[in-house]
């Protein structure tokens, strides 16, 4: 069955540091990848999309991996801040794969990032 | 405010009753999705809609669940006889996706948080 996997324990780190989350997942050939902030009791909060055919994509502190080999992608937030704490989440979609008419977007569980000051 | 907005943002009621959640998607966006999230998941597709047409629903959406696009402008969410296990996140997203386009980038609500007693 398909599966989404991301950290599933909390990552803390100290403020400065760089931020690693990962998302694997299996029996799945997603066509491209969203990754999501989401705040206790809110909506998630598009951060970035990246295409099966790119390898890297980045907006200011943010840098997104997505290796089609390892069926992974690598969410990095350098030089971290305790504002950055939150659930970040993780979203893959398949449209092609789905005959061209759907985009829903199937999320992994998301990863709680704690950054200490 | 131009972004995704939902009503009502929380909605208590007993079980057997039926509720009605609103969501109204950012201006001009042809597409309209609703998603479930419970605690300490990522949330899962319901359905969606391209305009005021509803072109596919998850096997999620029982028969107590009812969607609706009327003008292709806002949407409704329906659930008549309410369970304890509807107790959810209800998240509305929009995009506008253009025709031959992959991607399609969802934009989300700040949610209606259900509660069934």
């Known amino acids: 069955s398909q599966k989404i996997e991301q950290n599933s324990e909390a990552l803390n780190i100290q403020e400065g540091k760089t931020a690693t989350l990962t998302c694997n997942y299996t029996?799945?050939?997603?066509?491209?990848l969203q990754w999501y902030r989401q705040d206790p009791g809110r909506g998630p909060v598009f951060l970035l999309l990246?295409?099966?055919?790119?390898k890297e994509k980045r907006k200011e502190r943010l840098k997104v991996t997505f290796d089609t080999t390892l069926k992974q992608s690598l969410f990095h937030i350098t030089a971290s801040q305790p504002a950055d704490s939150a659930t970040y989440l993780c979203?893959?979609?398949?449209?092609?794969?789905?005959?061209?008419?759907?985009?829903?977007?199937?999320f992994g569980t998301g990863t709680l990032l704690a950054v200490q000051p | 405010d131009t972004g995704v907005s939902q009503d009502p943002r929380h909605k208590i009621t007993k079980r057997g009753q039926n509720v009605t959640f609103r969501c109204d998607p950012i201006?001009?966006?042809?597409?309209l999705y609703w998603y479930r999230q419970t605690l300490g998941q990522g949330p899962e597709f319901l359905t969606y809609?391209?305009?005021?047409?509803?072109?596919?629903k998850s096997r999620l959406l029982s028969d107590r669940f009812s969607a609706e696009r009327p003008k292709g402008s806002f949407s409704t969410l329906e659930i008549q006889r309410t369970e304890q296990g509807d107790s959810a996140m209800y998240l509305c997203?929009?995009?506008?996706?253009?025709?031959?386009?992959?991607?399609?980038?969802?934009?989300f609500g700040p949610g209606t948080r259900l509660t069934v007693l």
């Open positions: 997203a929009s995009s506008f996706r253009i025709a031959g386009a992959i991607t399609d980038t969802q934009y």
């Open positions: 990246i295409r099966e055919n790119e």
């Open positions: 201006s001009e966006h042809n597409r």
């Open positions: 979203a893959l979609a398949s449209p092609i794969y789905y005959g061209g008419a759907t985009n829903k977007l199937i």
């Open positions: 029996n799945y050939s997603p066509a491209y």
């Open positions: 809609f391209q305009n005021e047409a509803q072109l596919e």
